[in-house]
């Protein structure tokens, strides 16, 4: 039943009463509720797109970056992919009751070790009206109710997008209150939100680094770490050229404000002459500001002199930073220093070399010959994703199904008690 509620913890209250009934819901029907957001999505797009350019409008009349304006425009394509990826999740094995161990104790008491969902997970993030769709999808498909913080960049777009799920829920006879925004309640909603231990069982911060550290310090409910993406590509001595420039420019561009795009290239000191000049021509061709040291800028007046603010730099942006490191060794210690944990990639044609950065690299995602633009959920398989954890405890990586269930052991007996 549909209740009016009055302040943000209301909502989250009426999340909480919610998850119990999704919980129990069995595979089918949260496939065939997801199936129902899908077509919801697609059938609503006109709306979903008109109230997103009023956001679009009011970001540019506020000075929103135009980082942030790509990641928050929605048009019908964009709207044609979150619906999509809706259907994807629905088609994925249900996580819920998995078998993770089982085992017979002496005394004859039979344990069983199963997911099961967390009950109510929050997040919050900001001028990224998939993340409302993706989260609140995988939420439901792993037996949650989900409670949103959008931030006021997306606000218009984010209350369109639950509305039109929450009514799929709604005529397939499940509780609506699953999906919840405090999206109205401003920078209160998200301090409360932050605060709703008990109620909330977890909670996942999308977005700037600012934003992250702040859910992160602030918060009483246990926080799984999404973090920025200062993003490495190390050119090795024996990297070949179109591999060097093609992963580069791939990673650069192909989507320039999001998390896995590189932000800094490293580049061995023995194929400096033989790969930056087309590295370069590459970069420069698709409009990409280079921040470069003294030996990148030798090859290019277009190059802008780097400063060491540019190797902890996440731009978000058509710009990189690239500087020459003597050696491998040299390589991952400016890696160690300045990397926040998310993606690394190195391009090289020496197996040994290969495996020393595979080994060696603390990050989520360690990659060989290939762009970082593949760390994401929809790449790796999981559908849509709640976001690429930096963290070490639970979760590391694209957070897919899985990672969205606890654990519950069951035991059974006949009679036995404990000598």
Aim: proline share 3%; with cysteine.
């Amino acid at each position: 039943m549909t209740t009016i509620a009055t302040t943000a913890r209301d909502r989250m209250l009426s999340a909480k009463e919610a998850s119990r009934s999704i919980g129990l819901l069995d595979d089918a029907t949260k496939r065939d509720a997801l199936l129902s957001i899908a077509d919801a999505i697609e059938s609503a797009a006109s709306s979903i797109v008109a109230a997103n350019a009023e956001d679009l409008e009011r970001g540019r009349a506020t000075g929103l970056s135009s980082a942030l304006q790509d990641r928050l425009r929605l048009d019908a394509p964009r709207v044609a992919s979150l619906a999509a990826a809706v259907r994807d999740i629905a088609e994925l094995p249900d996580p819920v009751g998995r078998v993770l161990d089982r085992r017979v104790l002496e005394n004859g008491v039979e344990l069983t070790k199963v997911a099961v969902p967390f009950g109510v997970v929050g997040s919050i993030y900001e001028a990224r009206p998939n993340v409302t769709v993706d989260i609140a999808a995988l939420a439901l498909r792993s037996g949650n109710a989900v409670v949103l913080r959008g931030g006021t960049a997306a606000e218009r777009t984010n209350a369109e997008l639950v509305r039109v799920m929450r009514a799929a829920l709604a005529e397939r006879g499940i509780d609506p209150e699953a999906i919840q925004t405090v999206d109205e309640f401003g920078r209160d909603g998200a301090k409360e939100l932050m605060q709703a231990r008990g109620i909330v069982d977890v909670l996942v911060p999308r977005g700037s680094a600012q934003l992250i550290e702040t859910v992160v310090t602030e918060s009483s409910v246990p926080v799984i770490e999404t973090g920025a993406g200062v993003v490495h590509i190390v050119l090795d001595e024996t990297a070949p050229l179109d591999w060097s420039r093609d992963i580069v420019v791939n990673a650069k561009v192909q989507r320039p404000s999001v998390c896995n795009a590189v932000e800094t290239v490293l580049v061995h000191r023995a194929a400096v002459s033989r790969l930056v000049p087309t590295v370069l021509e590459g970069l420069h061709a698709q409009g990409v500001v280079v921040h470069g040291d003294e030996d990148i800028a030798s090859f290019s007046s277009d190059v802008v002199p780097a400063t060491d603010e540019d190797w902890a730099t996440e731009y978000l942006g058509l710009e990189l930073a690239m500087r020459v490191v003597d050696d491998l060794d040299d390589a991952l210690a400016h890696i160690r220093k300045y990397s926040t944990h998310h993606t690394e990639s190195i391009i090289t044609q020496d197996d040994a070399h290969a495996a020393r950065f595979l080994a060696e690299v603390d990050s989520a995602v360690v990659m060989v010959n290939a762009s970082t633009r593949f760390t994401d959920g929809g790449e790796f398989g999981f559908g849509a994703e709640v976001g690429i954890s930096t963290q070490k405890l639970h979760a590391r990586g694209p957070m897919g199904l899985s990672e969205l269930t606890s654990t519950k052991w069951l035991a059974r007996g006949s009679g036995q008690v404990r000598a």
